[in-house]
C-alpha cells in the first residue's frame, strides 16, 4: 500500500512501546503464513487447520509497512515464522526490506528447516541474521512420528548448512516430551560439542488443535529439564542467553551452548520483550492471551501509520502481567479461536 506522507511515521524517535508494568517491548514476532509442509502432532492435526484464504493474509507491502511502523516506535528485532515461513516465495524479499528498515538491527526466522538447501544462499544474500531451526528428534522414526513426514536427514544437513553459511546465529528448537524424546536430551547437547549452536529445550505447551496436551502427561517441566542436564555434565556454566533463554548454559570445552525454555511455567514473562502479529495481522500481546488487535482491518481500510501505531501501543498497555493472568483472561476465546501454534504464529 502506497505511504500517505502526511500521515507517515517518519521519525525513529517515537516513545517505546511500553506496558504498564514498565516492559519495552522491541522485538516482534511476524507470522508470514499458516500452512507447513509438516504436520507435527503437537501443532496441528494431520488434515491441517482451517487455514485462512490468501487474500486474508498480510502482503509483503502489509508486512513491510508494519515492520517500519513498529520500528519507529523501537523495535529493532524482527522474526518470522509462521506457519512454514520458507514456503513463502518473498521472504528473501522481507527479510531485505525490513533490515533496510531504519531501527531493525536484526531479522531472524524460525523455520522447520526441511528447505532450507533450496532457499539458504538467498536468505543469506538478503542479510538475514540468524535461524532456530526446530527438531525433536535425532531417530527417523520418532522424527516421522511427530511431524508424520519423513525428513530428519534433510533437516540434519540443513543444520549443517545453515552453520557453514556464517549466520550469526544457528539455533535448534527441541520441544521436549516426557516419554516421547526426553531421553535424547544428552544426543542433542553432545551437538553443542563441535558446532556454535545452541540447542534450546522448550517446555510443551497445550497450543495443539487436537488438544493432544490432555491426553497425556508430555510436559516435562523446565526445572527438571535443568536438573537432567545438571546430572548428565559436571561442568555446566550458567550464561547469558535471549529473554527467553531463562536457562542459559555453556558445557565446559563445547563450542555452543544449551538453554531451557520455560514456556509453559511462563517464569519468563516478567523479561517479556515481544508482540505477536499472526499471518492474518492481528497482533496479539502474548501468545497466551485469546484476544486479536486488527491491524490487517485498519491497514485495508486506509489508516493513518499513528492510528496503526494507536492500535499497538493500545494492545500493548493491555498487556497482562503474564502468560497465566493472560490465559486466564481467554480460556474461552482460545478455545473457539486460534488453536494451533501456525494460527498464533510460533
Ligand atoms: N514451522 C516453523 C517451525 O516449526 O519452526 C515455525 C512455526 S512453529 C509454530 C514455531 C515453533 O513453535 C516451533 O519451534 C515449534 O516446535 C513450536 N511449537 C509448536 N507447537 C508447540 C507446542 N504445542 N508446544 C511447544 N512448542 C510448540
Ligand atoms: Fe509446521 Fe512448525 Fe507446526 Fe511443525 S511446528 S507443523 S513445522 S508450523
Request: charged letters at 25%; proline letters at 3%; one cysteine or more.
Amino acid at each position: 500500500m502506497p505511504l500517505k506522507l502526511q500521515h507517515a511515521v517518519k521519525s525513529t524517535m517515537l516513545p517505546a512501546l511500553l506496558d504498564r508494568y514498565g516492559r519495552i517491548f522491541n522485538y516482534a514476532r511476524i507470522a508470514l503464513n499458516e500452512r507447513c509442509n509438516l504436520r507435527c502432532t503437537y501443532c496441528m492435526p494431520e488434515e491441517g487447520v482451517d487455514f485462512q484464504p490468501p487474500e486474508k493474509l498480510l502482503s509483503k507491502n502489509e508486512v513491510s509497512r508494519l515492520v517500519r511502523v513498529l520500528a519507529a516506535a523501537g523495535v529493532n528485532k524482527i522474526r518470522f515464522t509462521g506457519g512454514e515461513p520458507t514456503l513463502r516465495k518473498d521472504l528473501p524479499e522481507l527479510i531485505a526490506t525490513s533490515l533496510h528498515t531504519p531501527g531493525v538491527d536484526q531479522v531472524f526466522l524460525t523455520t522447520n528447516g526441511l528447505l532450507l538447501h533450496r532457499v539458504a544462499d538467498q536468505l543469506k544474500r538478503a542479510g538475514l541474521t540468524g535461524l532456530n531451526i526446530s527438531l525433536d528428534s535425532l531417530h527417523a522414526d520418532r522424527f516421522k512420528k511427530i511431524t508424520r513426514r519423513a525428513g530428519l536427514e534433510q533437516t540434519l544437513d540443513n543444520i549443517k548448512l545453515a552453520l557453514a553459511k556464517g549466520f550469526d546465529s544457528v539455533k535448534i528448537n527441541v520441544v521436549v516430551m516426557r516419554g516421547f524424546n526426553d531421553d535424547e536430551i544428552k544426543q542433542f547437547s553432545e551437538l553443542t560439542r563441535d558446532n556454535k549452536v545452541t540447542v534450546r529445550f522448550i517446555e510443551f505447551m497445550p497450543f495443539d488443535a487436537k488438544q493432544l496436551w490432555c491426553e497425556g502427561d508430555y510436559l516435562m517441566r523446565a526445572k527438571d529439564i535443568v536438573a537432567k542436564l545438571h546430572g548428565l555434565y559436571d561442568g555446566l556454566m550458567a550464561d547469558k542467553g535471549s529473554e527467553t533463554e531463562h536457562h542459559h548454559y555453556r558445557i565446559k570445552g563445547y563450542q555452543g551452548a544449551v538453554a531451557v525454555i520455560p514456556a509453559f511455567t511462563r517464569s519468563l514473562c516478567r523479561n517479556c520483550n515481544r508482540i505477536r502479529i499472526t499471518a492474518d495481522g492481528q497482533l496479539r500481546n502474548c501468545l497466551y492471551s485469546g484476544t486479536d488487535y486488527d491491524l490487517r482491518g485498519l491497514m485495508r481500510r486506509d489508516a493513518s501509520d499513528e492510528q496503526l501505531l494507536f492500535q499497538i501501543r493500545a494492545a500493548v498497555g493491555a498487556k497482562a502481567i503474564d502468560g497465566v493472568e493472560a490465559r486466564e483472561r481467554s480460556t474461552s476465546k482460545i478455545a473457539v479461536s486460534r488453536i494451533s501454534m501456525t494460527q498464533i504464529g510460533g
